[in-house]
């Protein structure tokens, strides 16, 4: 079941042109959007921040489209009221050009949003990080707020090099050699009890799962950094965990040689996240009822 430019519908009845500047260009915008089940209700977890970055995606590439925050938004409960959920899973905004359209295009971009199932989606044992040779740059062309497939193409190569050499999954360092981020999500430390995460100012993207382990810890009254880290602290570190929203919390086992061993404080977050996410009276999950 999809909408696809406000019209719900349900199958694939729709394609995209070979000749469209999304395949050529790769001119495509994309958000997730984490969907628990709680007995007969369903939570959409921090759904107004994730349209706002989803369309200010839109945005920064250029690409323009019909639908704004609340038809959006609108649009995502009827689909979630729709269908049939009883699991855990993935709610995902695309906007891409589905028609032949030139490059510079200023033609309205469709907007197609779906349900997914991501239990499966990735590796089951996504832990063992490699540190990449390849870099990502503070400045470059492409803006880490962008969430595109061209950004991810670049972060596959590196992936599938890490799977070869018997990791999961990489961190990317800058241009500076400081830590950014892995190829889906950001990256924290735990080192003295306190909880340091690369600034956005690094080269990363602005994750909302990032920002809500933020705020977790500054209610549990702890010490949090956001500040360059050196690939020395991050082997130094007592914890190294990723966010992101369709991983949640990952604890990382290995960064290159260095293992690390469970963590208590790490343990008390994870616990308090999944508690946020599951809650019904949390205002950061929006409730429709099954």
């Given at each position: 079941m999809y909408i696809l430019n406000r019209e719900l519908i349900d199958c694939e009845d729709f394609g995209i042109s070979i000749k469209s500047p999304s395949i050529r260009y790769g001119l495509l915008v994309f958000d997730a959007i984490n969907v628990e089940?709680?007995?007969?209700?369903?939570?959409?977890?921090?759904?107004?921040?994730?349209?706002?970055?989803?369309?200010?995606?839109?945005?920064?590439?250029?690409?323009?489209?019909?639908?704004?925050?609340?038809?959006?938004?609108?649009?995502?409960?009827?689909?979630?009221?729709n269908a049939k959920i009883n699991k855990t899973m993935g709610l995902r905004l695309l906007a891409f050009y589905d028609k032949e359209a030139s490059f510079l295009t200023d033609k309205k971009a469709s907007i197609v949003i779906y349900l997914l199932d991501v239990q499966n989606m990735y590796l089951k044992n996504n832990d063992k990080l490699m540190i990449s040779d390849y870099q990502k740059c503070i400045n470059g062309m492409m803006p880490a707020s962008i969430k595109t497939n061209a950004t991810y193409a670049y972060f596959r190569i590196a992936v599938q090099k890490a799977?070869?050499?018997?990791?999961?999954?990489?961190?990317?360092?800058?241009?500076?050699?400081?830590?950014?981020?892995?190829?889906?999500?950001?990256?924290?430390?735990?080192?003295?009890?306190?909880?340091?995460?690369?600034?956005?100012?690094?080269?990363?993207?602005k994750g909302?799962?990032?920002?809500?382990?933020?705020?977790?810890?500054?209610?549990?009254?702890?010490?949090?950094e956001e500040k360059n880290i050196c690939r020395t602290e991050l082997y130094d570190a007592n914890a190294v965990f990723t966010t992101g929203t369709s991983l949640?919390?990952?604890?990382?086992?290995?960064?290159?040689?260095?293992?690390?061993?469970?963590?208590?404080?790490?343990?008390?977050?994870?616990?308090?996240?999944?508690?946020?996410?599951?809650?019904?009276?949390?205002?950061?999950?929006?409730?429709?009822?099954k």
């Open positions: 089940c709680i007995n007969d209700t369903i939570l959409i977890f921090r759904l107004n921040e994730h349209i706002e970055r989803f369309l200010l995606s839109c945005k920064h590439l250029g690409l323009k489209t019909e639908q704004d925050e609340i038809s959006i938004r609108e649009d995502c409960l009827n689909l979630i009221k799977i070869d050499c018997g990791f999961s999954d990489v961190i990317f360092l800058n241009t500076d050699g400081y830590v950014t981020e892995s190829s889906r999500s950001n990256i924290f430390i735990i080192s003295e009890n306190k909880i340091i995460t690369p600034p956005i100012s690094s080269g990363v993207l909302i799962t990032r920002d809500t382990i933020i705020s977790i810890a500054n209610n549990m009254h702890l010490v949090v949640g919390i990952t604890k990382i086992s290995q960064v290159d040689h260095v293992q690390y061993k469970t963590n208590e404080l790490l343990e008390k977050i994870i616990q308090e996240y999944k508690n946020i996410i599951k809650d019904e009276n949390n205002e950061w999950n929006t409730k429709v009822q």
